[in-house]
């Protein structure tokens, strides 16, 4: 699916003093409580709001948090699925999927020594899960155009939905591509950071570790092309199986937390990294030029040499500097998601 821009910007008309962040009733949290913190203004709506909105609505806000305050079932975003051809669109600017709970609270029954989760309250009290969380946030609501335009993002927490599936397609993220999570997974702890923003400052390794099972959902496979490509954020570190990669810095591992719009270890060196993701590397990580800050060709036209086609219209240019290509490695578990996205025209 494509989604136009077109008619976006007069859809900010609707509301002349918007809110930040928009919030759904049943699924707040933590997390409204760290964007008041952080300074955002925020709105909160009930389903029967949320369904009523239009594209233009959604397109008003920085960004949209939806969080999971009692580690619920599926149920529980069906509006979200029922709703996708209507929000979707709105989603212009970077985006956050997180396969943990960083601030629920798990059923009293479901705690055991050997439970896929934690205490997310008590953890939260300890920093970890609130550096996720402000990080996070702060990441979603700064997306923003060349031309300085703030383009909304998305911070979607999959916390319990998908923990106890061995494999299920994300229906709610399906305008964006097709997103595959693994459930029923081991206890992992070693948390490892594969890409940064500028916006994520204080996020680090020691955050996002040693949650007492740090992983409930990863991802095996996501779309991975152009403006809405992805890239993994954070990795179970170590493990192989179904969706384990080898990354730029080194290092393999399975991705929990994925991101649009973030920047993946190696990217914007000038070498062209093929086998780590890379479209391009102008060397640089700034979007605008043709290759994004992810090192995606802006136009979602790339070449396959380290260079992208122009955008239909000639809005946007390819990389100025020819990159330095690298053979694709052939250890056994390297590579990348196959691509299913699209490009924002």
């Known amino acids: 699916m494509r ?17 930040d962040l928009l919030f759904i009733d049943s699924l707040q949290d933590k997390e409204y409580d ?14 029967t709001e949320w369904r009523a909105m239009t594209t233009a609505d959604f397109a008003a806000f920085k960004a949209i948090v939806i969080s999971d305050p009692e580690c619920g079932d599926i149920s ?21 999927l997180i396969g943990i709970p960083p601030c629920k609270r798990r059923p009293l029954s479901r705690f ?4 896929k989760g934690t205490d997310p309250s008590f953890h939260f009290g300890t920093g970890g899960a609130q550096t996720l969380i402000d990080n996070s946030i ?10 300085g335009v703030d383009q909304t993002g998305l911070y979607f927490a999959l916390s319990c939905y998908y923990d106890s599936i061995d494999s ?6 399906s305008a964006f591509g097709d997103f595959t999570v693994r459930g029923d997974l081991g206890c992992y702890n070693k948390a490892h950071l594969v890409a940064h923003s500028d916006a994520m400052t204080s996020l680090d390794d020691a955050a996002i570790s040693d949650w007492s099972c740090s992983v409930h959902e990863a991802f095996s496979s996501y779309p991975s092309v152009g403006l809405n490509g992805f890239q993994a954020l954070a990795i179970a570190q170590d493990i192989i199986g179904d969706g384990s990669q080898t990354f730029g810095d080194g290092t393999i591992g399975l991705p929990y937390i994925i991101s649009r719009g973030a920047t993946p270890a190696k990217c914007g060196d000038g070498v062209w ?9 102008d060397g640089n990580t700034v979007s605008g030029d043709g290759c994004s800050a992810s090192c995606k ?19 946007i240019s390819t990389p100025i500097s020819t990159p330095i290509s690298t053979p694709i490695s052939s250890g056994p578990v390297s590579g990348y998601p196959t691509p299913h996205g699209g490009y924002y025209g």
């Open 168 to 173: 299920s397609a994300v229906d709610a993220l």
């Open 112 to 115: 055991t020594n050997d439970s």
């Open 34 to 47: 760290e964007a008041i913190a952080l300074g955002y203004t925020a709105k909160v709506v009930t389903e």
């Open 138 to 147: 702060k990441f979603v609501a700064s997306g923003k155009t060349p031309g």
């Open 76 to 96: 529980q975003i069906k509006f979200l699925e029922d709703t996708k051809a209507v929000w979707s669109p709105a989603i212009l600017g970077n985006m956050i």
């Open 273 to 281: 990294d093929e086998s780590f993701g890379e479209e391009c590397d």
């Open 297 to 315: 060709c802006e136009s979602g036209l790339p070449k396959g040499d380290g260079t992208c086609l122009p955008a239909p219209g000639g809005n």
């Open 3 to 19: 989604f136009s821009s077109l008619g976006l910007l007069a859809g900010l008309a609707v509301c002349a003093v918007a809110e």
